[in-house]
């Protein structure tokens, strides 16, 4: 199976992605103090090194692991280091080798996401976290159903892990903050066609969808609730072998 690799993006990936930087500071230090008793961590899908490089900079001992080679350069321009491109359903590590793992925005870009999951737990002893937003996004809501409303759906692949709370129950849940999103600046970067859901959208539909886009969406602002997820490995890996 073909992976889905950032690579076109990866020069915009940090101006199009995640919350302000205000509340990436704050997730980030919680997710420091949960992981404060994890020595070795890998940051699967570690991208541009958004969490892996302030992480290594505190002291912890993090590997990262992606299939965009541009993605990894980027997070090397950074200082980020121990990183390794490559993929996460057969990952290059022996049984027990981390402590922790950091897996984000990842899982769903998989069709075979039980099989990466299983990789995380083999090589992860302790226990797997991620981000979780907790409310919709009106404007990637609109966009796939204007597409659907012409006749193409999306195609799908795999599961976002924080759906897995939804048969795994988290060890830990932690709030890190609410936020509000400028619909201005969503519309803008799924004009681009930053986000790798629409790269298969002919480009014809895609501008067509557009238009009415942005008919449908004022200027306005929508919030976020964003979460931590951890769960213990074992759990897990208990649930993977039902």
Do not use: C
């Given at each position: 199976m073909k992976r889905i690799s950032f690579d076109p993006v990866a020069e915009v990936f940090d101006k199009t992605r995640g919350p302000p930087d205000h509340v990436m500071k704050q997730l980030l230090k919680i997710l420091e103090k949960e992981l404060r008793d994890c020595n070795t961590i890998l940051d699967a899908g570690v991208g541009t090194g958004r969490f892996a490089k302030p992480m290594q900079k505190q002291g912890f001992e993090v590997v990262g692991i992606d299939i965009s080679r541009k993605m990894i350069n980027v997070a090397k321009e950074k200082g980020t280091v121990n990183l390794f491109r490559g993929d996460v359903c057969a990952l290059p590590f022996k049984d027990g080798s981390f402590d922790a793992a950091i897996c984000n925005a990842v899982l769903h870009l998989i069709s075979e996401w039980k099989t990466a999951l299983r990789e995380i737990c083999r090589v992860t002893t302790r226990v797997i976290a991620s981000t979780s937003h907790e409310r919709p996004n009106p404007v990637r809501d609109a966009y796939t159903r204007l597409l659907e409303e012409y006749g193409y759906r999306m195609p799908k692949r795999g599961r976002p892990l924080e759906e897995l709370k939804s048969f795994v129950k988290p060890s830990r849940s932690i709030q890190v903050a609410k936020y509000y999103v400028n619909t201005?600046?969503?519309?803008?970067?799924?004009?681009?066609?930053?986000?790798?859901?629409?790269?298969?959208?002919?480009?014809?539909?895609?501008?067509?969808?557009?238009?009415?886009?942005?008919?449908?969406?004022?200027?306005?602002?929508?919030?976020?609730?964003?979460?931590?997820?951890?769960?213990?490995?074992?759990?897990?890996?208990?649930?993977?072998?039902?």
């Open positions: 201005e600046e969503s519309v803008a970067n799924m004009n681009q066609r930053v986000f790798s859901h629409q790269w298969n959208v002919p480009e014809a539909l895609h501008n067509k969808v557009m238009i009415e886009l942005k008919r449908q969406i004022k200027n306005k602002t929508y919030q976020q609730n964003l979460r931590i997820l951890i769960w213990n490995t074992r759990d897990v890996a208990l649930y993977l072998k039902e």
